[in-house]
T-cell receptor
């Protein structure tokens, strides 16, 4: 069974700090995605990484896919209160199924 | 226009009752899903449909019966509700099966509380 473990589970930081969230698996994934979920809403896709070693940037967010395609990280520079939310990694598990990571709840204090 | 819409947003009901959640997507996607998010925010797949056909049933109890009248709709009916069914249920759709660059578009969720 494929599993995606995220760390940390919870993160509370001050505005302006940097942080990194990790998504790890013992299985190889053809791609990994990162979603952000805000209270009362469904997850929204931030990025998809498909090539081992790939780095993608989305403004202050930097995403990396591990060389072996078993892990990914999300780094936020100079976090802002608007970054607060639940961050989820996800990957395909077979043709018609996405599995999600255990989630990281981020709170950025002003 | 909401891409994936679910109704109702909230359901509060007694144990043993039956309830339904409806989902519609206007994205023209072929694949639709139901996910359950528990109190720890873990998102677990329940069902996956492709062009109205059930593809994945992730060992969900028989009390849960999805129905897809057409590829734009995927409803979820739950019989004999139990306390453990309390969760947020999310409908999602994707343009094609879970391939590399595919995107899941989620509804806003339906929070079910069983008393």
């Amino acid at each position: 069974t494929q599993l995606l473990e995220q760390s940390p589970q919870f993160l509370s930081i001050q505005e302006g700090e940097n942080l990194t969230v990790y998504c790890n698996s013992s299985s190889v994934f053809s791609s990994l995605q990162w979603y952000r979920q805000e209270p009362g809403e469904g997850p929204v896709l931030l990025v998809t990484v498909v090539t081992g070693g790939e780095v993608k940037k989305l403004k202050r967010l930097t995403f990396q896919f591990g060389d072996a395609r078993k892990d990914s990280s999300l780094h936020i520079t100079a976090a802002q209160p608007g970054d607060t939310g639940l961050y989820l990694c996800a990957g395909p598990s077979g043709t018609y199924k996405y599995i999600f990571g255990t989630g990281t709840r981020l709170k950025v204090l002003a | 226009d909401t891409a994936v819409s679910q109704t109702p947003k909230y359901l509060v009901t007694q144990m043993g009752n039956d309830k339904s959640i409806k989902c519609e997507q206007n994205l023209g996607h072929d694949t639709m899903y139901w996910y359950k998010q528990d109190s720890k925010k873990f998102l677990k797949i329940m069902f996956s449909y492709n062009n109205k056909e059930l593809i994945i049933n992730e060992t969900v109890p028989n009390r849960f019966s999805p129905k897809s009248p057409d590829k734009a709709h995927l409803n979820l009916h739950i019989n004999s509700l139990e306390l453990g069914d309390s969760a947020v249920y999310f409908c999602a759709s994707s343009q094609r099966p879970a391939l590399g660059a595919n995107v899941l578009t989620f509804g806003a969720g339906s929070r079910l509380t069983v008393l």
